[in-house]
């Protein structure tokens, strides 16, 4: 019985993680009702209790640093995501996840065309913990613009200036053509469900063998 003893643990360490991630949900949904930081909050922010907290941010768009993040899809379509860093008016330098954008598959290496704004901006988002990552194969893409991923530890050696340690989400529409239908986070939740279920339904698969074959065949066997 010890495959079924495993098994039931699994499935229960399964669901004890779903109930971290509803409490993680929880928390960031919470935050969202909070009132928004500014600039001079950031430095003080936490990527394990701030996430989902709204911000009001000033600066200048740092474009000559932008990173295009790669086979990012969005309503159906496939592009870039644009990260870019944003110099805040106290010189600091927050990495802002800005929008999305369609590539040109006639040229693959071609970079979308970005207003070039050198004005002072005024960016409404909220906080994640880092740029949207996808599924990467081998090692990561250099130091070019477009890339698959973006660290922010290993771009705040790259570009030799520290970042504030948590990404800005924008959300507000700017008139730059940037898309932000941004999807509402997925935590994973259903995952950990799908897993308990399967451990718990192996669980009962290896009782009900067990009952079978020790206790109900033999008593089912001819007696000689």
């Not at 409490?23 to 989902?52: F, M, N, T, V």
């Not at 740092?62 to 990012?72: G, I, Q």
């Not at 704004?117 to 090692?139: F, K, M, T, W």
């Not at 469900?193 to 009782?207: D, E, M, P």
Request: hydrophobic share 40%; net charge positive.
């Amino acid at each position: 019985m010890s495959g079924a003893l495993a098994t039931a643990w699994l499935g229960r360490w399964q669901l004890q993680r779903a109930d971290e991630k509803i409490a993680q949900q929880r928390r960031i949904e919470r935050q969202a009702e909070l009132p928004a930081l500014g600039a001079g909050d950031l430095a003080r922010a936490d990527a394990s209790l701030d996430q989902g907290r709204r911000v009001v941010l000033s600066g200048r768009w740092w474009h000559e640093r932008t990173v295009y993040l790669d086979n990012r899809p969005m309503d159906g379509r496939v592009g870039f995501i644009v990260v870019t860093p944003l110099r805040l008016a106290d010189q600091g330098l927050v990495l802002v996840q800005r929008g999305w954008v369609p590539r040109n598959f006639s040229d693959r290496q071609a970079l979308p065309a970005l207003p070039q704004a050198g004005d002072e901006q005024r960016v409404h988002g909220r906080l994640i913990a880092a740029p949207s990552r996808a599924y990467e194969l081998g090692a990561a893409q250099g130091t070019s613009s477009i890339r698959q991923n973006l660290d922010p530890a290993a771009y705040a050696r790259e570009i030799g200036a520290p970042l504030l340690p948590l990404t800005v989400l924008q959300t507000d529409a700017d008139g730059d053509g940037l898309l932000r239908h941004w999807p509402a986070p997925d935590l994973g939740v259903s995952k950990h469900h799908g897993y308990a279920f399967q451990w718990f339904a192996l669980c009962a698969l290896i009782s009900g063998l067990y009952v079978w074959f020790q206790f109900v065949r033999p008593r089912r066997a001819p007696k000689p």
